[in-house]
T-cell receptor, first 115, second 113 residues
C-alpha cells in the first residue's frame, strides 16, 4: 500500500522567508502528485499537479518538484506572506482499483507565516 | 461556478441515527468520491463512483452507503451512526482522465454523540 509522509508536520517562519515543504512516498508507480492547500474550516484547493513524466511545475511563487525514482517531492514557496498560512497537503495518485487509480494523502504540513 | 457543493455544513447526530450527506457538482465530472479527514490520519477514501450507476468501495467503507443515480449527485448515507464516525467529510469530483485535477467541496462536520 502506498504511504505518503510529509515533513515537517508544522513550520513557523517570519514573513519574507523562502521555504521548502517535503513529501515522500513509498511506491514510485504513480500517475501524478498533487499539492493542496487547506485553510481552517475549508476544503482543499489544488495548488500544483505534476504528472509522473514531469519534473516540476510552477505557479506564481510556488514551485513543486518531483523525483519519482526516489519517491520525493518538494514544494518551494518564495517570499512567504502571512496569507500563505494554511495546511499544505501532498497526495499521490497510484494505480489501484479503477483505471483512475487512487489518491493517497499525507497528513500535511501546518504552515504559519508571521508578520 | 458552484463547483462541488456539500450539505449540511454541520450536523450533530445521536448514536444509532441515520442521515445523508449531500454532494452535488456542476462540472459534468464522471468521477466522484467521499473522503473522511481525522486528526493525525490524513484523508481516507470511503466510496467512489466513476459514473451514474457505478460505485465502489474505498479504504474505509464500513458503515456507509452510496448511490449514483445522476452524474451530478453522489449522496453518502450513514446507516446507524457511531461515535467513531465523528469526522469531517469531503466530497470530491474530477474528470475520468487520471491526470485531471480533483476538486473538493468545503466539507461537512459531523459529530456523533
Amino acid at each position: 500500500k502506498q504511504e505518503v509522509t510529509q515533513i515537517p508536520a508544522a513550520l513557523s517562519v517570519p514573513e519574507g522567508e523562502n521555504l521548502v515543504l517535503n513529501c515522500s512516498f513509498t511506491d514510485s508507480a504513480i500517475y501524478n502528485l498533487q499539492w493542496f492547500r487547506q485553510d481552517p474550516g475549508k476544503g482543499l484547493t489544488s495548488l500544483l499537479l505534476i504528472q509522473s513524466s514531469q519534473r516540476e511545475q510552477t505557479s506564481g511563487r510556488l514551485n513543486a518538484s518531483l523525483d519519482k525514482s526516489s519517491g520525493r517531492s518538494t514544494l518551494y514557496i518564495a517570499a512567504s506572506q502571512p496569507g500563505d498560512s494554511a495546511t499544505y497537503l501532498c497526495a499521490v495518485r497510484s494505480p489501484r482499483g479503477s483505471t483512475l487509480g487512487r489518491l493517497y494523502f499525507g497528513r500535511g504540513t501546518q504552515l504559519t507565516v508571521w508578520p | 461556478n458552484a463547483g462541488v457543493t456539500q450539505t449540511p455544513k454541520f450536523q450533530v447526530l445521536k448514536t444509532g441515527q441515520s442521515m445523508t450527506l449531500q454532494c452535488a457538482q456542476d462540472m459534468n465530472h464522471e468521477y466522484m468520491s467521499w473522503y473522511r479527514q481525522d486528526p493525525g490520519m490524513g484523508l481516507r477514501l470511503i466510496h467512489y463512483s466513476v459514473g451514474a450507476g457505478i460505485t465502489d468501495q474505498g479504504e474505509v467503507p464500513n458503515g456507509y452507503n452510496v448511490s449514483r443515480s445522476t452524474t451530478e449527485d453522489f449522496p453518502l448515507r450513514l446507516l446507524s451512526a457511531a461515535p467513531s464516525q465523528t469526522s469531517v467529510y469531503f466530497c470530491a469530483s474530477k474528470g475520468l482522465d487520471a491526470g485531471n485535477t480533483i476538486y473538493f467541496g468545503e466539507g461537512s462536520w459531523l459529530t456523533v454523540v
